[in-house]
C-alpha cells in the first residue's frame, strides 16, 4: 500500500518560514521523481517545486528564490523549505511522486499565511 503523508504546515505570519515534508511508504523513493503542488481556495492546484531522481530541481516563477526542494533518499522523504512567506503562498500543499508507470498523491497538509 503506497502512502505519501505531508506534515509540517501551520499558520504562520507574512515573512516566516516553515519545511514541508513528505514521507513516502510502499514504493521506491530513489525511482520516483517528487513534486510538491498547492491549491488555493477557488483556484486551480498549480505545481510549485519539483526535484528528479537525479536531484535536477524546478521551481514556478512564484516561488523561485523563496522555496528549496530536497530529497532523502535514505530516508524516503522530500521536503520543500518555505521562506520569505506570503499571504498569497496560503493554500493546501499536496506531494506527488512520479514514476515511469505510476503516480500518487498524499493528503495535503495546509499552510495560512496571515497577520
Known amino acids: 500500500q503506497v502512502q505519501l503523508v505531508e506534515s509540517g504546515g501551520g499558520l504562520v505570519q507574512p515573512g516566516a518560514s516553515l519545511r514541508l515534508s513528505c514521507a513516502a511508504s510502499?514504493?521506491?523513493?530513489?525511482?520516483?521523481?517528487m513534486r510538491w503542488y498547492r491549491q488555493a481556495p477557488g483556484k486551480r492546484r498549480e505545481l510549485v517545486a519539483a526535484?528528479?531522481?537525479?536531484?535536477?530541481?524546478n521551481y514556478a516563477y512564484s516561488v523561485k528564490g523563496r522555496f528549496t526542494i530536497s530529497r532523502e533518499n535514505a530516508k524516503n522523504t522530500v521536503y520543500l523549505q518555505m521562506s520569505s512567506l506570503k499571504p498569497e503562498d496560503t493554500a493546501v500543499y499536496y506531494c506527488?511522486?512520479?514514476?515511469?508507470?505510476?503516480?500518487?498523491w498524499g493528503q495535503g497538509t495546509q499552510v495560512t499565511v496571515s497577520s
Open positions: 510502499g514504493i521506491i523513493f530513489s525511482t520516483y521523481a
Open positions: 506527488y511522486a512520479a514514476s515511469w508507470d505510476n503516480n500518487y
Open positions: 526535484i528528479a531522481t537525479g536531484g535536477s530541481t
